[in-house]
């Protein structure tokens, strides 16, 4: 018999997968359409560390962590700062509302029901920017899951497999959407996509594919959901949208934390059938990125999640300002003073002590003790003497470390490496002594020093992310490492405007009839729901949210 869709998702990634879980729950047929091949199930949130954004969680009491819904919506407004209420930001901030209730609510029981579960110690991401009311977390939220971003999609994919099996859902792998079918009879209403099959090609997961054409396809349903990601390989639509006068000019070298196929290429497909693309100028890139030494995709990158110890430098030496220059605490901030400089990149100066307890590295692959679920070999990799593997490995290969003995031959070393200004030894030993003279009392007037000793008082930081204060010119902690800090893209902030059913919202405030959208095509709901800041540990939440809102939603209707 020939499968007769109800609904149609466009992307095989977490929204997608969530979408059609709850769909296929209910008894609805489901075609999942996607550009790549069935290896790429999971999308971008299986190479993700898993984070999911929590309030008030068994994790955070039992290490003496009072959160609350109110502190969490504190956090999130300030950071967001919407600022366009009645227009692109009104659906923006009715999702923020409805996704803290449910971090602070059912979120958790939901997952657990699939079998998710998260590491015991609770992450201090994005530790803010020195206001209580401004961006930032008050307190730990990030809590990654046990499995990382396998472990995320694999809660989901279990449930959509049996489904597939049961007939429920089919796939058609290597179908690219050229074209959302709109019926003018019924109001404009999406009735199914047209597009391309792509030549087939059995390339590893991540790995850029071909987009030879082998012919045309087309099918119909009542529904379409859009879940097809952001615009993150896309440099191109990037600089087009990059926000100059806010953040400053976009970055000639970008590095890509996103695969290949992250192309956004449903946005302006889904606008050409009426629905609405709000806040693209909000993007989320970062400013720790380095080369991988051992690539997937083109120019693939990977984070350093720094912990707050590392002395940060801008590309002609300065060393950057406030608590935006101190690691991990506010990443638009960073972005702002590094871009000032005319330049596009910024350096790490550290020792051997702070890169063994304080540098992590964002993605499954680099991760191998959580992602593989071995909780002895996490406990030695975190615990032992030495910096994670990983780790070692990219000071050891990556084209972005230097490490020297001396700090004349370590500003030597990373004058070989610059791509603008040459660095002064001595201005930059100036900046790190006075630094150094500030660890000598329990007190201090410098920011970085005062957000060290206050991330200690955090059980996980003490215990496995930050370093006990010392001098980086001590040589007992050596040797001394230089890490060239390069603009990586990751994740999109605007997109797709639509309502808390997930409904596609047109240009006249009102649905587009059998329009979906949900995860990062919408912004992660709403067209913004983050507003111009991630509080992190929000992007696979906001995927996993807003695709239960879609597949809920249509699942109600008839």
């Avoid at 019926?183 to 059995?202: F, Q, T, Y």
């Avoid at 993605?363 to 909780?375: C, H, M, V």
Wanted: aromatic share 6%; charged share 25%; hydrophobic share 40%.
């Amino acid at each position: 018999m020939p499968f007769q869709p109800e609904v149609i998702v466009v992307g095989a990634g977490l929204a997608g997968l969530v979408a059609t879980h709850e769909l296929a729950k209910a008894g609805r047929r489901v075609l999942v359409v996607e550009q790549e091949n069935r290896r790429n199930l999971g999308g971008q949130a299986f190479w993700s560390l898993g984070g999911l954004f929590f309030v008030d969680s068994p994790e955070q009491r039992r290490a003496g962590i009072k959160d609350s819904l109110e502190l969490a919506r504190q956090d999130w407004l300030g950071s967001a700062g919407f600022d366009r209420p009645d227009d692109e930001d009104v659906w923006g901030r009715r999702w923020a509302e409805a996704y803290l209730a449910w971090a602070a609510g059912g979120k958790r029981g939901y997952l657990r029901e699939l079998g998710h579960r998260v590491v015991p110690l609770v992450g201090w991401a994005e530790r803010g920017a020195g206001s209580a009311t401004g961006h930032g977390n008050s307190v730990p939220r990030f809590h990654i899951t046990w499995g990382t971003g396998p472990g995320v999609v694999e809660a989901f994919l279990r449930p959509v497999l049996r489904a597939e099996r049961a007939g429920l859902v089919r796939f058609a792998f290597r179908h690219q959407v050229d074209e959302l079918l709109t019926e003018e009879r019924g109001g404009g209403a999406v009735v199914g996509v047209r597009g391309s099959v792509l030549a087939p090609d059995d390339s590893a997961r991540g790995v850029k594919s071909s987009r030879e054409v082998t012919g045309p396809f087309e099918e119909r349903a009542a529904a379409v959901v859009v879940t097809s990601g952001g615009i993150g390989h896309n440099h191109a639509l990037m600089r087009a949208n990059w926000p100059t006068e806010r953040v400053g000019p976009a970055p000639e070298h970008l590095i890509s934390g996103v695969p290949a196929h992250v192309d956004g290429r449903m946005l302006a497909i889904t606008e050409r059938a009426g629905g609405r693309v709000v806040n693209r100028d909000r993007m989320w890139a970062y400013t720790e990125g380095v080369h991988n030494w051992d690539p997937v995709w083109p120019d693939h990158a990977i984070r350093i999640l720094p912990g707050p110890s590392s002395m940060w430098f801008d590309a002609e030496g300065r060393r950057l300002t406030g608590m935006s220059g101190v690691p991990g605490a506010d990443s638009i901030g960073a972005m702002k003073q590094i871009l000032a400089t005319g330049h596009d990149y910024s350096w790490f100066v550290l020792t051997q002590s702070i890169i063994e307890k304080e540098f992590a590295l964002s993605g499954s692959e680099q991760n191998p003790d959580l992602t593989g679920r071995d909780l002895g070999f996490a406990l030695r990799s975190r615990l032992a003497k030495g910096a994670p593997g990983p780790v070692e490995r990219f000071k050891q290969h990556g084209e972005d470390f230097v490490v020297a003995r001396t700090l004349p031959e370590l500003v030597a070393a990373m004058n070989g490496i610059a791509r603008g200004p040459k660095l002064d030894a001595a201005m930059i030993e100036r900046q790190i002594v006075a630094r150094d003279r500030e660890l000598d009392n329990n007190f201090s007037k410098d920011v970085q020093v005062m957000a060290i000793r206050n991330a200690r008082r955090s059980l996980t930081d003490r215990i496995a992310r930050v370093a006990r204060p010392h001098r980086i010119l001590d040589p007992a902690h050596g040797p001394l490492i230089g890490v060239r800090l390069n603009i990586l893209s990751r994740k999109t902030l605007g997109g797709l405007q639509t309502d808390l059913e997930s409904r596609v919202v047109g240009a006249d405030g009102a649905p587009v009839p059998g329009l979906y959208a949900a995860g990062e095509v919408a912004g992660f709901g709403g067209g913004g729901v983050h507003g111009y800041n991630a509080l992190e540990g929000t992007f696979l939440g906001g995927c996993i949210f807003s695709g239960r809102a879609a597949g809920l939603a249509i699942s109600r209707t008839r």
